[in-house]
T-cell receptor, first 116, second 114 residues
Framework: DADVTQTPRNRITKTGKRIMLECSQT?????MYWYRQDPGLGLRLIYY???????NKGEISDGYSVSRQAQAKFSLSLESAIPNQTALYFC???????????????FGPGTRLTVL | AQSVTQLGSHVSVSEGALVLLRCNYS??????LFWYVQYPNQGLQLLLK??????LVKGINGFEAEFKKSETSFHLTKPSAHMSDAAEYFC????????????FGSGTKLNVKP
């Protein structure tokens, strides 16, 4: 089984709808991240969480919110989806205990979201 | 904040030819450095990373990268391309002075011609 899972894998929705993307991990990592990927722009950080009680905005947090329900679960919400939020969304995890080895991030398979 | 520059959004090589994907970073303090690969319709997979020690780092699938502090570079190479190497490659840095936040380059799509 995959260490980092994302649901749904694909979603088509309409402008103004509320959408939640979910991420679960079995790696036991305390740090979790949400990125979006757009062609030619690489990955951009939306939100990150270093533990259950720690939530931080990334570089493009406007229009998004997150919830860290447990160490293993980190959800991303779009309260009112708009077409320019159409993108590929990735969840990632890392282990703060490995700071000395660069805090490698491990990625889920991605969620392709289309907002019409 | 860090920035990561990948020269060439698309690179095309023939099967068996050298692969060279370029990555430069901006930081006065050498960050941790990573290369990730993304195959079509998949997530990102770690190819290799540099943290400390030997500046030539070997990764999976025959790839390697060399950290050159004087050039602020971490270029990815493979001596002989294989068709299965066709994918998008991302360089990333982890900022040691900022809780190891990651910054990604814009990616380079590698096409391998038969």
């Amino acid at each position: 089984d995959a260490d980092v899972t994302q649901t749904p894998r694909n979603r088509i929705t309409k402008t103004g709808k509320r959408i939640m993307l979910e991420c679960s991990q079995t790696k036991g990592h305390d740090r979790m991240y949400w990125y979006r990927q757009d062609p030619g722009l690489g990955l951009r950080l939306i939100y990150y969480s270093f533990d259950v009680k720690d939530i931080n905005k990334g570089e493009i947090s406007d229009g998004y919110s997150v919830s860290r329900q447990a160490q293993a679960k980190f959800s991303l919400s779009l309260e009112s989806a708009i077409p320019n939020q159409t993108a590929l969304y990735f969840c990632a995890t890392s282990d703060s205990g490995t700071t000395l080895v660069g805090d490698t991030q491990y990625f889920g398979p991605g969620t392709r979201l289309t907002v019409l | 904040a860090q920035s990561v520059t990948q020269l060439g959004s698309h690179v095309s090589v023939s099967e068996g030819a050298l692969v060279l994907l370029r990555c430069n970073y901006s930081s006065s303090v050498p960050p941790y450095l990573f290369w990730y690969v993304q195959y079509p319709n998949q997530g990102l997979q770690l190819l290799l990373k540099y943290t400390t020690g030997a500046t030539l780092v070997k990764g999976i699938n025959g790839f390697e990268a060399e950290f050159k502090k004087s050039e602020t570079s971490f270029h990815l190479t493979k001596p002989s391309a294989h068709m299965s190497d066709a994918a998008e490659y991302f360089c990333a840095v982890s900022d040691r002075n900022n809780f190891n936040k990651f910054y990604f380059g814009s990616g380079t799509k590698l096409n391998v011609k038969p």
